[in-house]
């Protein structure tokens, strides 16, 4: 063995990288885990997995351990976040609203005229059209289970709720302000929402069908729709 390998500072360095090994191989077991196991947005990235997977392979057909697989996690660590799948079902619901209505507010922010709100809600489609796909199809699949979850029927409400108060807001005051003409506003609000649900849908059973390009036409008939006449 030579001097250099013998020495203090080489074993000090050689003892330091056996802990560092020890330390990768730790594995974390059932119970409560240790808070210092993953990163802060541990809770984020579980969501955003389990989203992907609720959405590809539906609901009833995901497990805990799918989740823990993908994500590279233990599964206590997972229930340690969430405490069952359906409050991770829940989670990653309200992590794709928040999504899309967040994105939308940042998008606004500068935005006066009613109808650069409601073309602002149509580009959120466009710009966030996978997370709102996923919502949609994991809507769809769950409104299928004959075991429901008033938190999660609520969570998936909220989406549409909060969509109508955007749309109802913004065509109320463009015929309050002279910019449109006098449409049905419920009704209205609740053909542009309708009207983006099958566009997703629509793209999930056509595969050459353009979601981008029907959300550009919904613009251009709005457009017309809303027009007053002089």
Not at 140 to 150: E, H, M
Request: aromatic share 10%; hydrophobic share 40%.
């Amino acid at each position: 063995m030579s001097a250099e390998s013998s020495s203090p500072v080489a074993a000090r360095k050689r003892r330091k990288q056996a802990a560092k090994r020890r330390s990768q191989r730790r594995v974390v077991r059932a119970g409560r885990p240790r808070l210092d196991v993953a990163s802060p947005d541990t809770e984020m990235k579980i969501c955003a997995v389990a989203l992907d997977l609720f959405a590809d392979r539906g609901f009833s057909s995901v497990t805990t351990k799918d989740i823990a697989d993908a994500t590279g996690f233990n599964p206590a660590l997972i229930y340690y976040y969430f405490g069952s799948k359906d409050e991770l079902f829940r989670r990653a619901v309200t992590l794709a609203v928040e999504r899309a209505f967040e994105q939308f507010r940042l998008a606004r922010e500068g935005l006066e005229h009613p109808r650069d709100i409601i073309y602002g809600w149509l580009d959120i489609h466009v710009k966030e059209y996978r997370t709102i796909s996923k919502l949609i199809m994991i809507a769809i699949d769950y409104a299928k289970t004959s075991k429901r979850n008033v938190r999660i029927d609520e969570a998936i409400r909220r989406f549409y709720l909060d969509e109508r108060d955007v749309l109802k807001a913004a065509l109320a005051s463009g015929v309050a302000r002279g910019d449109f003409r006098n449409v049905d506003v419920e009704e209205t609000a609740n053909f542009i929402s309708t009207f983006l649900d099958g566009v997703c849908a629509r793209a999930m059973i056509l595969k050459d069908f353009d979601p981008i390009v029907a959300i550009g036409e919904l613009r251009s008939f709005l457009n017309t729709h809303l027009k007053r006449k002089k």
